[in-house]
T-cell receptor, first 122, second 109 residues
Framework: EVQLVESGGGLVQPGRSLRLSCAASGFTFDDYAMHWVRQAPGKGLEWVSGISWNSGSIGYADSVKGRFTISRDNAKNSLYLQMNSLRAEDTALYYC?????FGVGDATFDYWGQGTLVTVSS | DIQMTQSPSSLSASVGDRVTITCQASQDISNYLNWYQQKPGKAPKLLIYDASNLETGVPSRFSGSGSGTDFTFTISSLQPEDIATYYCQQYDNLPLRLTFGGGTKVEIK
């Protein structure tokens, strides 16, 4: 059974940093691209970032480019999102999502975690 | 960036009704269009990929069609368990860009 478990969310002040993690199991992690998708309270879905199976291809939404960094550790079956210079508008539930393919260009999410909540507030 | 216009934003229908949701892209996206279902308090679930392909295990009352800029998602016979918000999602590879539609909240009348 595929499982994606996010962690690392919490309350953080504007301008500070936070690192999210996603622990994957139930599939061959290094065969697939992975993504982060967020959802602000009561709002729709917003893609944040994606990384290919071997970290060779990475993409970011314009809203986070230069502030967020996605990475993965295939030996640990883990995905990460380093979030710097956090803003109030980054407040959201952050989902880890598995791609159906190995490249970020497939960009189709067949499994999702339950999310970790990030609240940016002073 | 490609904009996705999803409509309606909400709808109310009776059990057994045919429900249709549309998504329009601001430019040609071929068939790079997926549909997701999100029930309250839950993560989204993939229903349709590449505009018209039914994800494994998804009931056949769900379907998708379209290509280019105009896409349609249909529930052929609405069931009580279909109460959810539905999102379309497009993707563009070079450079990587993904956009979700604004969502359609489906309720039972």
């Amino acid at each position: 059974e595929v499982q994606l478990v996010e962690s690392g969310g919490g309350l953080v002040q504007p301008g500070r940093s936070l690192r999210l993690s996603c622990a994957a199991s139930g599939f061959t992690f290094d065969d697939y691209a992975m993504h982060w998708v967020r959802q602000a309270p009561g709002k729709g879905l917003e893609w944040v970032s994606g990384i290919s199976w071997n970290s060779g291809s990475i993409g970011y939404a314009d809203s986070v480019k230069g502030r967020f960094t996605i990475s993965r550790d295939n030996a640990k079956n883990s995905l990460y999102l380093q979030m710097n210079s956090l803003r109030a508008e980054d407040t959201a539930l952050y989902y880890c999502a598995k791609d159906i393919g190995f490249g970020v260009g497939d960009a189709t999410f067949d499994y999702w975690g339950q999310g970790t909540l990030v609240t940016v507030s002073s | 960036d490609i904009q996705m216009t999803q409509s309606p934003s909400s709808l109310s229908a009776s059990v057994g009704d045919r429900v249709t949701i549309t998504c329009q892209a601001s430019q040609d996206i071929s068939n790079y269009l997926n549909w997701y279902q999100q029930k309250p308090g839950k993560a989204p679930k993939l229903l349709i990929y590449d505009a018209s392909n039914l994800e494994t295990g998804v009931p056949s009352r769900f379907s998708g069609s379209g290509s280019g800029t105009d896409f349609t998602f249909t529930i052929s016979s609405l069931q009580p368990e279909d109460i959810a918000t539905y999102y379309c999602q497009q993707y563009d590879n070079l450079p990587l860009r993904l956009t979700f539609g604004g969502g359609t909240k489906v309720e039972i009348k």
